[in-house]
């Protein structure tokens, strides 16, 4: 892969590159970058692509508008038609969360539609002041996918989440991060990719394998009970305490240097 993919992804620096959004018009979602994006997560999750992180980002102006509406008005047969999307879409979401690494979010402009369920699948969220985010599918008659009716509520609450969806309502990039959607919003709309891909970088280089173990604790602590969380805690820290990066770890910290999180990849 390089930098310029035309399936939309590419490695660079450790970061797996994917555009979510086709560069036509309002920045919809393109499907099939998102296969391609699929397919490519499969191997980092096997470690077959040595991605420390990934960075998902928009094709232009908008991060992405939504579903491309007029593909579904002109499909034959709609309802099979918006059911392959839909499950080409949670192919790439569940590649996501397989990859098991952090995802960061590059969300510049509009993140309407998909493109707000995909925002809810970041680790890491950075926008702008221009940022928007819109549910939308109430807009052409249509219920949530991209898991958005399980995430939102879990992020921002049950009911800002059933507010929003619902009425179709706008989030700003003020109330977003307010509620915990954005982690950051940069200081203008230009600097979005740049702040986000600076945070993905920095996940890259670090460690992976601590990382990671992080990132499953946190998506566990929201399903699991604390008795049998600091129980997973306890394991998780133990365990790497005698991996290669654990022990780099703590060595450098004692050492008073810098540690050199490249040992034991």
């Known amino acids: 892969m390089t930098e310029q993919s035309p399936s939309g992804t590419s490695l660079v620096d450790g970061v797996l590159h994917v555009r979510v959004s086709a ?43 939504g579903g491309d509406v007029r593909s579904f008005a002109a499909a034959p047969d709609r309802p099979v038609f918006i059911r392959s999307v839909a499950d080409a879409f949670h192919a790439f979401l569940r590649g996501l969360h397989a990859a098991d690494v952090p995802v960061v979010a590059a969300v510049r402009g509009w993140a309407a539609g998909a493109g707000l369920s995909i925002v809810c699948h970041a680790d890491i969220a950075v926008g702008g002041p221009g940022t928007n985010l819109r549910p939308a599918y109430p807009g052409i008659g249509l219920s949530p996918d991209g898991g958005m009716s399980w995430m939102l509520p879990r992020i921002i609450g049950r009911a800002r989440a059933h507010h929003a969806i619902l009425t179709d309502s706008v989030i700003t990039a003020q109330d977003a991060i307010a509620w915990g959607l954005l982690a950051e919003v940069a200081a ?22 601590a990382i990671s173990a992080a990132r499953r604790l946190l998506a566990a602590s929201a399903e699991s009970g604390l008795d ?38």
């Open 23 to 65: 560069p036509s018009a309002g920045n919809p979602l393109d499907p099939d970058a998102l296969r391609a994006a699929t397919a490519v997560l499969a191997d980092v999750a096997s470690g077959d692509v040595p991605a420390g992180a990934v960075l998902l980002h928009g094709a232009g102006s908008n991060f992405c508008a």
């Open 188 to 209: 203008t709309d230009d600097d979005v990719l740049p702040t986000a891909t600076a945070v993905a970088n920095g996940l890259a280089a670090g460690p992976r394998p």
């Open 228 to 265: 049998a969380h600091l129980d997973a805690e306890a394991d998780t820290i133990s365990h790497l305490a005698g991996t290669p990066g654990g022990i780099e770890g703590v060595d450098a910290f004692v050492e008073k240097r810098r540690p050199d999180w490249t040992i034991g990849r």
